[in-house]
């Protein structure tokens, strides 16, 4: 009989348990709980720390709770689903094995890999919920996040990018040495067209500003540049124009959090579009979008592995448990902030940067699995 067979035996074969629906309804039960804890300790350390500013902006309750705590709280929860997720695998698991129940299953005919049938398929369902939180709910919450923070909070953070280099068109070039983001103004400012065999068109200006009212620009100590199709050149300066550009001024707004905002789509489609402009912004985007996959597969990688620590049982009890599960979650993180780090440097492809610590700890979770308790 050949695997194939074999295996689509077992599977029409496979009957949902009474034991999974235990077990599942566990795992999910001390997820929920675990979030619900740690989001109500945030939530009180927040409050107080900001409650001075809410008072003298008169914030509404209302708007408090829903415009800023019903936005804050997924974002911070979704950021650290796999930290949860190992949490709770390691302590209800670790509570089942101190009380035999593990050892009962397994007396019971429940094989090993059947066991993690329920697990998996908790893992599934947190997963599949992180990723349409990440993709369609937080983008939006960080938008609404930060106009109640600006409404609100009196916290006018000043946002400042320096040396953009921008591509408009095939033949449009920008720079601009320093843009304040809040005052739409900068210094070093450089407007070229580029032509077959040359620079057919440039403008330099010491300083810059964009009026959103008139849609205008305003250029000081300015010197344009113009050669002809006759290799003519013409060359202009002043202290002081008013002109317009074919380009919005949004185009220096850009930061490496303007990603958060946007959809899986929408985030997908914008790096295209940065990448023939050649922004250098383009590494920080492709990080939030893997990003976005690699904390679902997560989820699936850190249930697998609390789960193969937590079904030994030890004389030492849950503490032990815990101690293991938390260590390795906290060097999880630190190996997605060193990789990070890496791929902004240029020396691994964003890519293999936001997949490798899955990688690792994949291939750790397959050892630990072989040499689980069974």
Not at 329 to 350: D, K, P
Request: hydrophobic share 45%; with cysteine.
């Amino acid at each position: 009989m050949s695997d194939g067979v074999k295996m689509w035996r077992k599977i029409s074969n496979f009957k949902w348990t009474l034991i999974d629906s235990y077990i599942l309804k566990k795992f999910l039960s001390s997820f929920i709980l675990s979030i619900a804890l740690l989001m109500t300790i945030v939530v009180v350390f927040d409050l107080s720390e900001n409650l001075n500013r809410f008072l003298q902006n008169d914030a509404p309750v209302s708007a408090i709770i829903t415009e800023r705590y019903f936005n804050f709280i997924p974002i911070f929860a979704n950021l650290f689903a796999n930290l949860f997720t190992f949490i709770s695998v390691i302590w209800f698991t670790s509570k089942l094995t101190n009380r035999n129940e593990i050892i009962s299953i397994y007396n019971g005919g429940i094989s090993f890999k059947r066991l993690l049938v329920p697990y998996l398929t908790g893992a599934f369902i947190i997963a599949v919920s992180s990723f349409c939180v990440a993709n369609f709910y937080i983008p939006k919450a960080n938008e609404r996040l930060a106009e109640f923070s600006l409404k609100y909070m009196s916290r006018r953070k000043e946002i400042s990018n320096y040396d953009m280099h921008v591509k408009t068109t095939d033949s449009t070039y920008l720079y601009i040495g320093h843009w304040r983001v809040n005052e739409s103004e900068g210094e070093d400012f450089t407007y070229e067209i580029i032509g077959k065999n040359y620079t057919k068109f440039k403008v330099k200006a010491g300083s810059v500003a964009y009026d959103a009212n008139t849609n205008r620009w305003t250029l000081e100590r300015y010197l344009i540049r113009r050669i002809d199709d006759n290799e003519h050149e013409t060359v202009r300066y002043g202290s002081h124009l008013d002109t317009v550009f074919d380009f919005k001024h949004t185009e220096f707004d850009k930061t490496d959090k303007t990603a958060e905002t946007m959809s899986y789509t929408e985030l997908r489609q914008f790096i295209k579009e940065e990448k023939e402009k050649g922004s250098s912004l383009v590494i920080y985007y492709e990080i939030e979008k893997h990003k976005r996959m690699t904390i679902p597969f997560g989820t699936i990688i850190m249930t697998l592995l609390g789960f193969s620590v937590a079904s030994r049982k030890t004389q030492r009890g849950v503490g032990v448990h815990l101690f293991m599960g938390l260590a390795l979650s906290f060097i999880y993180i630190f190996f997605q902030q060193v990789s990070n780090v890496f791929a902004i440097s240029g020396q691994l492809s964003t890519a293999v940067a936001s997949w490798l610590p899955n990688g690792i700890y994949l291939i750790i979770c397959i050892v630990m699995l072989r040499h689980a308790q069974k």
